[in-house]
């Protein structure tokens, strides 16, 4: 079978080449040396099922953008069909449906004021939330004589980011009263750091048959009080917001995505297609969402914090820039972003660095194609393996280094453009949510630089080795801050 595809490093009978993801973890080496040694598009196999690599941004390009349609689809998962109760949702839908309900998001994300002031005005009431939350941790520190107590920032950046995408898809944040309710769908997306980060559930989720001769419990056993809190968090917000909205108001603005969702629902219902916007595909683009925002913020973010502690001089060399063009404690909004050039950088450089997708999502064809000379039938598995392209040596000389000035031109002094530069991915499936999480990341980061300087507790910096950390997750830190104004 191997010799129908691009060479690639040998599979192991039944795992195929996971096992190399540990070797070491989480994998970005052997991405890179097969990327040497095979070139940009070889194939590795997932299991029992080939998945041709394209690792370069040229190789990119000639695929997932040019051929675009060929790239998009995804493999249907059995697995994650007994999850969703069939195949609902953005992430793992194909054709036609996937593509209805990714314009509709997108509209909507537009709609609710993305590049406009009214979710820039969200994130910074979040801002000054956060703002409240540490100035008290500072007090009660010194109150309390524990100076050197750190501050658990990431809890606190995590209900921010919860309280921006629960305002988007269901109007509201988690005040003081309601933050018990983050904290227990906090707790179920956490499942990739808890219970499901042993391998056997790592290998499950690829493999899902593999729990039948693991020991232990199936992966879908363990997901069953997942499903059964989703569908509940879910069910019930979804519940309790119709009884607000007025169906029948065709003309007002919606003040979130359900309830734009539940409009076109009746449209449509009126028109006689009760399947397109079913109640079970809302409660799944909620949980896809939610997810998929929280997720990757959340874990961006807190990189982002790391590598603030870990290198102070970085730090500095933002907050100089921040005095020249902020001078004093006036919250930062979009509108200066064309001034802060290297607090961009240094955001493109977290990214770049925190490289939060090792693999990418896996994709398949949509039909026959040709690739290096390959003939590539209808649904073969193809992934756009974007964290070889951030860390390739051409684009980023020295690229395991964190250098926030790579991002910056020498002569003009301005952010340079490096198209090397893809954290949101490529082609059609492209992350819908890249404007938000840029406004996020651009607002949180300058506002908190320019009000605190953020040093390690104690226990110093914390670890931001990868391979030693064993998983794409730092372990829990806590810093210090000192307020700058
Ligand atoms: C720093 C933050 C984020 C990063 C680095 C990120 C990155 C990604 C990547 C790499 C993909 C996979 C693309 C592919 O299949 O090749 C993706 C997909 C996706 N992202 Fe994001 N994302 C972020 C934030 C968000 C936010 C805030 C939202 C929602 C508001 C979001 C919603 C989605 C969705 C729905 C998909 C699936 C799209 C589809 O299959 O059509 N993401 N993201």
Redesign the pocket.
């Known amino acids: 079978k191997r010799r129908n595809f691009p060479p690639g490093p040998i599979p192991l009978p039944l795992i195929g080449n996971l096992l190399s993801l540990r070797n070491p973890p989480p994998g970005y080496e052997a991405f890179i040396y097969w990327r040497k040694k095979y070139g940009d598009i070889y194939t590795f196999w997932v299991g029992t099922r080939p998945y041709l690599l394209i690792s370069g941004l040229e190789a990119l390009k000639e695929t ?1 953008v040019k051929d675009g349609e060929v790239y998009a689809d ?1 493999k249907p998962m059995s697995f994650q069909e007994s999850f969703r109760g069939g195949s609902f949702g ?2 793992e839908t194909n054709g036609d449906f ?1 593509r209805t309900h ?1 314009r509709f ?1 997108l509209h909507q ?1 537009k709609d609710f004021g993305l590049g406009k002031d009214r979710m820039q005005e969200r994130i910074l009431i979040e801002i000054r939330d956060i703002f409240e939350r540490c100035d008290q941790k500072i007090l009660e520190g010194q109150a309390q004589d524990e100076k050197n107590k750190g501050i658990f920032l990431k809890d606190i950046f995590d209900q921010a980011i919860g309280n921006i ?1 629960n305002q ?1 898809m269901f109007g509201y944040r988690f005040e003081k009263s309601r933050s018990s309710e983050f904290q227990k769908i906090r707790k179920f997306f956490d499942f990739q750091t808890g219970e499901f980060a042993t391998f056997s559930m790592r290998v499950q989720f690829f493999l899902p048959w593999m729990g039948y001769i693991l020991p232990g419990p199936t992966i879908l056993e363990r997901f069953e009080k997942y499903r059964i809190g989703f569908t509940e968090f879910f069910g019930k917000q979804i519940a309790d917001h119709k009884l607000e909205i007025d169906l029948d108001d065709e003309d007002g603005e919606n003040k979130d995505y359900v309830e734009a969702y539940l409009k076109e629902q009746k449209r449509r219902e009126a028109d006689g297609d009760f399947e397109t916007f079913s109640n079970v595909q809302l409660s799944n683009m909620c949980l ?2 939610w997810f ?2 929280l997720m ?2 959340s ?2 973010t807190n990189w982002g914090m790391a590598y603030v502690v870990n290198y102070l001089e970085e730090q500095k060399w933002v907050q100089e820039e921040l005095d020249r063009v902020v001078a004093g404690d006036r919250l930062i909004t979009t509108a200066d972003r064309a001034d802060l050039q290297r607090t961009q950088a240094f955001l493109n450089e977290i ?1 770049r660095c925190a490289n ?2 090792p693999l ?2 896996l ?1 398949m064809t949509t039909r026959d194609t040709l690739i290096n000379g390959y003939q590539i039938k209808k649904g073969t598995g193809v992934v ?1 393996q ?1 964290s070889t392209v951030l860390l390739d040596e051409k684009a980023f000389p020295d690229p395991w280094k964190f250098n926030p000035s790579r991002f910056i031109d020498e002569e003009s002094g301005k952010l340079k453009k490096i198209e090397e530069f893809i ?12 404007g ?2 840029k406004m ?2 651009f607002l949180f980061f300058a506002n908190f630089l320019n009000r605190y300087e953020v040093l390690p507790d104690e226990n110093g910096p914390p670890c931001i080795v990868k391979s030693e950390l064993g998983s794409m997750h730092t372990k829990d830190f806590n810093v210090k801050l000192r307020r700058r104004h």
């Open positions: 997932f995804k953005i992430v996937w990714r998001a994300f995408i988007m896809d969402l998929a925002a990757t913020t874990n961006t990214q939060i997708v990418n999502l994709h756009a974007i954290p949101f991915s490529i082609g059609k499936r492209q992350c819908p949510g890249e938000l999480a996020e990341l």
